[in-house]
């Protein structure tokens, strides 16, 4: 079993920035790819941004480019998204997740384990 713990989450205004974590423990994976999901009320999950696990590969939604930024610790076990200028469309519960993949994937169903989430508010 893999433990993801999302932080880091809250409310800011429109422009503002927030920084995410994700503190993995458990076990672990030699190939893997590490994601950034969003679920905003009455709306479906949607992808964020996700890493390889050799930061090979890096892809965004475009919804997000150029204004995120996800990065690992892995000597903390640890996956940030650095979010700035933030829009109040940005508003959602995010959520980060790991699955056994060697290439960068963007569908839930292809990640295995999931963190809680933490909600971002973004005001107008």
């Known amino acids: 079993q893999v433990q993801l713990v999302e932080s880091g989450g809250g409310l800011v205004q429109t422009g503002g920035s927030l920084r995410l974590s994700c503190a993995s423990s458990?076990?672990?994976?030699?190939?893997?790819?590490m994601g950034w999901f969003r679920q905003a009320p009455g709306k479906e999950r949607e992808f964020v941004a996700a890493?390889?696990?050799?930061?090979?590969?890096?892809h965004y939604a475009d919804s997000v480019k150029g204004r995120f930024t996800i990065s690992r610790d892995s000597a903390k076990n640890t996956v940030y998204l650095q979010m700035n200028s933030l829009k109040p469309e940005d508003t959602a519960v995010y959520y980060c997740?790991?699955?056994?993949?060697?290439?960068?994937?963007?569908?839930?169903?292809?990640?295995?384990?999931w963190g809680q989430g933490t909600q971002v508010t973004v005001s107008s």
């Open positions: 890493q390889t696990w050799t930061r090979s590969s890096t």
């Open positions: 458990g076990r672990t994976f030699s190939r893997y790819v």
């Open positions: 997740a790991v699955g056994a993949r060697i290439g960068v994937v963007t569908t839930p169903i292809e990640y295995d384990y």
